[in-house]
């Protein structure tokens, strides 16, 4: 059983416009919720994080918007770039150290 | 410069063979994991080690053995290796109190023939 799902599977917005990437977990032990970005051929990089005491975390252009009772959240990209385009991994940890991670969100922004 | 170094980027192995993919990070952490990547499955944790000591094991098979010969190191080795172990498996750190914030490394893309 897949502990964290992500949609869409990809996404295309145009420059300028926002993206919303979703995420849901099952486990309702999780605690800590990282973003990562991905970029082809390198590692996942940390984008922002939030904890499950918050219900929303503002970084920039980035916000995640959380839901505990319905265990979901989404990161928001305002006025996407180009340069966003990436693969986005919502993830989950129950304050320990093991991370589990959803299949990813393909995005692609189109000038 | 990287803060966290895996090495080699690329490996190609045959089926039966041993290899080792290493990780060095120079971040000051004391935590360290295995991570797995590949195409039918989303990012897999592997292994956890704290002060060089293993924390947590989610990998079935025993042909994957960490190794941490200092605090600031943590190998892989792999024995036996079979075509389904083709993936890019990443390192990654975090500092003590902050297990849950983990760095990653640019990961060692091994396919085995």
């Known amino acids: 059983q897949q502990q964290v799902r992500q949609s869409p599977q990809s996404l295309t917005v145009w420059e300028g416009e926002t993206a919303i990437l979703n995420c849901s977990y099952e486990d309702s032990t999780f605690n800590y919720f990282p973003w990562y970005q991905q970029f082809p051929g390198e590692g996942p990089a940390l984008l922002i994080s939030i904890r499950s005491v918050s219900d929303k975390k503002e970084d920039g252009r980035f916000t995640i918007f959380f839901n505990k009772r319905e265990k979901k959240l989404s990161l928001h990209i305002t006025d996407s770039q180009p340069g966003d385009s990436a693969t986005y991994f919502c993830?989950?940890?129950?304050?320990?150290?093991?991370?589990?991670f959803g299949d990813g969100t393909q995005l692609v922004v189109k000038p | 410069d990287p803060k966290i170094i895996q090495k080699p980027k690329y490996l190609v192995a045959v089926t039966g063979s041993e290899k080792i993919l290493i990780c060095e990070q120079y971040?000051?952490?004391?935590?360290m994991y295995w991570y797995r990547q590949s195409a039918k499955k989303p990012l897999e944790f592997m292994f956890s080690y704290s002060y060089q000591k293993l924390m947590d094991n989610q990998t079935a098979s025993s042909r994957f053995q960490p190794q941490s010969s200092k605090k600031n190191h943590l190998d892989l080795q792999i024995t036996a290796l079979k075509p389904d172990d083709s993936a890019t498996y990443f390192c990654a750190s975090s500092q003590p109190g902050l297990e849950d914030t983990q760095y990653f490394g640019p990961g060692t893309r091994l396919l085995v023939l």
């Open positions: 971040l000051g952490h004391n935590a």
């Open positions: 993830a989950a940890s129950a304050s320990n150290n093991r991370i589990f």
